[in-house]
């Protein structure tokens, strides 16, 4: 069935690597969106992207950069610049950036960066 | 600028109680979309709801109901005869147009439900 999958669950670096996070969506959607969540915080949206190779910063891109080669897949690398990468990522997805439709969410990617 | 705000950071009641959680917004937009979404225990957030700013009528979806007023600028979200599954952080997010085409969501900062035998 469709959906969209984030691997893997729990993902545990050093500081200093870099770490890319996997996003893939069967749904047939243009729209794909990377977002961190923070406890007791909302979610903050770091990079969009409306369709292939074209993608644009959120409200906190610094320390990160995604590619969007396929229509499926919208990977997040987490950069070493990144000053507290520690966090929840979830990736979500919807049929178009306009209007504003539904997003729908992968189960997320948990980082700890010791 | 967009502002999401969930004022209530935890509720907790006890089952078959109703609930309601709040939500009120600020934005430019004449044109905006409101929406809710359920993240459990597991962290996958659930979409539950969209509504547009011309439709100001109340839904409900079996033991869920959302009311929209735009006169005070909230969204509110009531759980009828609530159940311990519905425990989980609810979020609240308001569409924002962008500079350069299509919106984003501006999410509030979620309540966790505790629901309660």
């Known amino acids: 069935d469709g959906g969209i999958t984030q691997s893997p669950k729990y993902l545990f670096r050093k500081e200093g690597q870099n770490v890319t996070l996997s996003c893939e969506q069967n749904l047939n959607h243009d729209a794909m969106y990377w977002y961190r969540q923070d406890p007791g915080q909302g979610l903050r949206l770091i990079y969009y992207s409306q369709i292939v190779n074209d993608f644009q910063k959120g409200d906190i891109a610094e320390g990160y950069s995604v590619s969007r080669e396929k229509k499926e897949s919208f990977p997040l690398t987490v950069t070493s610049a990144q000053k507290n990468p520690t966090a929840f990522y979830l990736c979500a997805s919807s049929i178009s950036l306009a209007p504003p439709y539904e997003q729908y969410f992968g189960p997320g990617t948990r980082l700890t960066v010791t | 600028a967009q502002k999401v705000t969930q004022a209530q950071t935890e509720i907790s009641v006890v089952e078959k109680e109703d609930v309601t959680l709040d939500c009120v917004y600020e934005t430019r937009d004449t044109t905006y979309y409101l929406f809710w979404y359920k993240q459990p225990p597991s962290g996958e957030l659930v979409f539950l709801i969209r509504?547009?700013?011309?439709?100001?009528q109340n839904e409900i979806s079996g033991r869920y109901s959302w009311n929209f007023q735009k006169s005070t600028s909230s969204f509110n979200f009531t759980i009828t005869a609530s159940q311990v599954v519905d425990s989980a952080v609810y979020f609240c997010a308001l569409s924002e147009e962008l500079t350069g085409g299509g919106n984003k969501l501006t999410f509030g900062t979620g309540t966790q439900l505790k629901v309660e035998l």
């Open positions: 509504r547009n700013s011309f439709d100001e």
